[in-house]
């Protein structure tokens, strides 16, 4: 591939200092100070479908788009599919800055989509070293506006991540959402207790439910009759209980429910209010008229009687529903710490 590097000479170099100063790093330098930057660059000329440079070529260079367009794209890893295009520079557009003054290699190809003009900022084979060495007062100043635009894009990216952005918003939902039911999962279970216990450490209380007959309406109507019954029962908890932050999916059929300053009592009603709703619900979309009712057993772990650890309160009130299920189903059972023996 025959990639042309036109002359200084050819250009006017007005336009070449005017070119420059649109890009942040260069913009508060002076028109003299400009045209010493002009023997340091070199203008390349590409044609579609060319490319700029590669993945792993070594970043040695910043890039403005004189004309046409570039497209940085980067094969999907471990897959066959189609390329990702991660960006396109239009006319006036730079790229490259942080990957010059840091070393760094680059991480994707850049190739135009037309024919384009580029100029490169330092010319191929000149060390940007060089330029600091011969040009020491005037890469002072090109740094300290590198230093702006680095801050400056922290600061952007802090305001992105803002914890009610937009963005982390629907990260959250990918990463804390049950893809089937639409409520919490288990991820958000074991975080939100394991920060409840770091940050206020007030006693809490942890309600698992599990219905004892699933298996019976999975072999009868199938996994997908399954799924619907499961996707109903969780609406069912989450109208019951009417705060989303508080109820989450488990394992398989297991639901959970956070109780904040409830005594046992209070945790007790509730257990029994879950086990009513779940054998009061409507599974005709699921079953069809067939007579077919669920019962469930509920566990209570009361924090920090179980355990300081988050994880294992989870664990140990997991079991409970399980041994009620053995206990002939429709149970709710506390759970106890055994006496150890003398």
């Given amino acids: 591939m025959d990639i042309l590097i036109t002359s200084m000479k050819q ?26 930057l002009i023997p340091f660059c070199e203008y390349i000329e590409l044609n579609s479908g060319d490319l700029l440079f590669s993945e792993g070529d070594p970043g040695d260079a910043l890039f403005i788009v004189e004309s046409g367009e570039l497209v940085v794209r980067k094969a999907e890893e471990y897959s066959e599919g189609p390329e990702i295009h991660l960006a396109r520079y239009i006319p006036g557009s730079s790229f ?16 135009a989509s037309k024919e384009t003009e580029v100029l490169r900022f330092p010319k191929k084979g000149m060390d940007i070293q ?48 049950d893809k089937l039911t639409g409520i919490y999962n288990q991820n958000y ?80 009603a509730t257990a029994q209010a879950i086990q009513t709703c779940i054998s009061s619900l ?13 019962t469930a057993s509920v566990g209570i772990g009361i924090y920090p009687d179980i355990s300081t650890d988050g994880e294992k309160l989870i664990r140990l009130t997991h079991e409970l529903p399980l041994e009620g299920r053995q206990r002939g189903g429709s149970r709710i059972l506390v759970y106890r710490k055994k006496e150890k023996q003398p």
């Fill in 11 to 36: 250009k006017d170099p007005s336009d070449t200092a005017n070119l420059l100063r649109q890009i942040n790093i260069f913009s508060e330098l002076k028109p003299g100070e400009l045209r010493e």
């Fill in 96 to 111: 490259g800055e942080l990957d010059l003054f840091c070393g760094e290699q680059r991480k994707a190809d850049a190739l």
């Fill in 130 to 177: 060089d330029f600091f060495e011969s040009r020491s007062l005037i890469a002072a100043q090109i740094l300290h506006r590198l230093l702006v635009l680095v801050s400056d894009r922290i600061r952007r990216a802090n305001d992105l991540v803002k914890e009610n952005s937009p963005l982390v918003q629907e990260l959250k939902k990918q990463v804390y959402r």
């Fill in 189 to 268: 279970l074991t975080e939100t207790l394991r920060d409840h216990i770091h940050k206020s450490g007030a006693p809490l209380t942890l309600l698992i439910s599990k219905p004892d007959n699933f298996k019976e309406l999975n072999d009868s109507y199938g996994h997908e009759a399954g799924d619907r019954a499961i996707r109903i029962m969780a609406k069912g908890l989450r109208d019951l209980i009417g705060d989303d932050n508080r109820t989450a999916r488990y394992k398989g059929n297991a639901m959970a429910v956070i109780l904040y300053g409830r005594d046992r009592r209070e945790a007790y």
């Fill in 282 to 294: 409507d599974l005709s979309p699921v079953i069809g008229s067939d007579p077919f009712q669920m």
